[in-house]
């Protein structure tokens, strides 16, 4: 098939690239260059890459809906669905209110999406799906944009897993995923490419750094809402700059994701192609919530329900939003078939604060069952306080001093089970800042 032949076509190539004929002694027989020089190097390559595949694959084959604990852990492959995603980009964008102007946006729907693993290869024209197939051209630097909440990351993820298990973009050697925000805290860092890449990745330890040149790389920068100027005079934002530019690398193909708010901070110069991931259309909606809840019942009675309120059906075409709903409306519908459900997005969100809450109270076995929001009146409002704050900022991500800003005591977990969905995380491997 195509896809055999690339792949005897990849495997042909790495075999024979400059880099392993440069570990050739000159006075071996042809013979002996296959057997005793060639093959280890070609060997060891093949075991780090192996090891690499095996990470990230055991990284990326599950997520975490909501608390991050292991019960939440889910599959990705069996909860995961597709995406819709645009060439391009939908006009007149509130960036104040990302979200005030997605039900127009919707009834002009592509009819040409782009399968987040098709990312990098170009929109056939009509009549010529097969020159392309032939070409197997790359777009080199692509940005995809989306709301928070939108699957930007959560595309990522697939991309890399399928990868990761061998079933496409086999021609890619390597993908590295870096976030914005870890990047950011040691910005002022001094790195090298291989060195940054080992912090991240330690299965790279026994890899020539020379070998970045002769194989397939793709770089991923995800969650670009704070991105530092690629032009700015630090080590890392100068590896971030040559990589974009295509003076580190030439041949690695770019991925970066980013709200709309921030896709200006990227000079446009450097990217080839922008999406715009416009989350779920109707039927990918129905099917989020067949594959989310085992129920049947329960599942019809959600997807009518939310085919109903106008409100709600806007707002699930956000993953996140799909997650809340589901969240909220199992946990009523498992207490009573015929309970009243909500209809409006004030009252969903005051359910799944209600929904979190309880959790909380039950791991804590706080016993307030009649005014469950009364009792953690402070903590809320204190954490309003700190959504406001970052919201007024432009962030979206907080820190331990912006908690203590607004007294919360950064110390005390059960403040934050059950109604903070992660309670902390560790934002690098290399420096550690919660």
């Known amino acids: 098939s195509g896809r055999a032949d690339q792949i005897r076509y990849v495997s042909c190539q ?18 002996d260059l296959q057997l005793n020089s060639h093959q280890p190097v070609h060997d060891d390559f093949q075991r780090v890459k192996n090891q690499h595949k095996t990470s990230m694959k055991s990284k990326y084959e599950s997520l975490f809906e909501g608390i991050k604990l292991q019960e939440n852990q889910t599959l990705l492959n069996r909860i995961y669905t597709q995406l819709y995603i645009i060439e391009g980009e939908s006009e007149g964008v509130n960036e104040e209110h990302e979200v ?25 024209e009509p009549g010529f799906e097969e ?8 777009i080199k630097t692509v940005l995809p944009k989306g709301i928070a909440g939108i699957g930007k990351t959560v595309s990522v993820q697939k991309f890399i897993l399928d990868w990761a298990e061998g079933k496409v973009n086999q021609d890619v050697d390597f993908m590295f995923v870096l976030t914005f925000r870890e990047l950011n805290l040691i910005k002022d860092h001094q790195y090298s490419l291989h060195r940054l890449l080992l912090d991240f990745h330690p299965e790279l330890q026994d890899l020539d750094s020379k070998i970045y040149d002769k194989c397939k790389v793709v770089f991923i920068f995800d969650d670009s809402q704070k991105v ?12 971030m700059s040559n990589l974009m530019k295509g003076d580190l690398l030439p041949s690695a193909l770019i991925w970066i994701t980013t709200r709309p708010a921030a896709a200006n901070q ?14 779920f259309s109707d039927p990918q909606k129905e099917e989020y919530f067949r594959k989310r809840i085992s129920d049947e019942h329960q599942d019809s009675r959600i997807i009518s329900h939310i085919r109903r309120a106008r409100s709600l059906h806007i707002m699930c075409h956000i993953p996140v939003f799909c997650w809340i709903s589901a969240t909220v409306l ?42 469950p929001l009364e009792s953690n009146r402070e903590v809320i409002v204190k954490l309003a306080e700190v959504a406001f704050n970052q919201l007024m900022k432009g962030n979206v991500i907080f820190y331990e001093e912006d908690l203590r800003e607004s007294g919360i005591d950064v110390t005390d977990a059960s403040v934050y089970s059950g109604i903070c969905t992660e309670i902390f995380r560790e934002e690098s491997v290399i420096y550690h800042r919660k």
């Open 14 to 31: 790495t075999f024979t690239s400059p880099y392993y004929q440069n570990h050739i002694s000159h006075h071996d027989t042809e013979a």
């Open 100 to 124: 005030l102007q997605m039900e127009k946006r919707y009834r002009t729907l592509q009819d040409t999406p782009i399968n987040c693993n098709d990312i990098f290869n170009p929109l056939p």
């Open 131 to 138: 020159m392309r197939r032939e070409k197997k051209d790359k």
């Open 228 to 239: 530092s100027d690629v032009t700015e005079i630090s080590s890392v934002g100068v590896l």
């Open 266 to 279: 990227i000079p446009s110069k450097y990217i080839n192609r922008v999406t715009e991931i416009q989350g």
């Open 330 to 371: 199992q946990n009523i519908l498992k207490q009573d078939l015929s309970a009243e459900i909500p209809q409006t997005l004030t009252e969903m969100y005051i359910y799944f604060l209600l929904t979190q809450t309880h959790m909380r109270n039950q791991k804590y076995e706080e016993r307030d069952p009649e005014k």
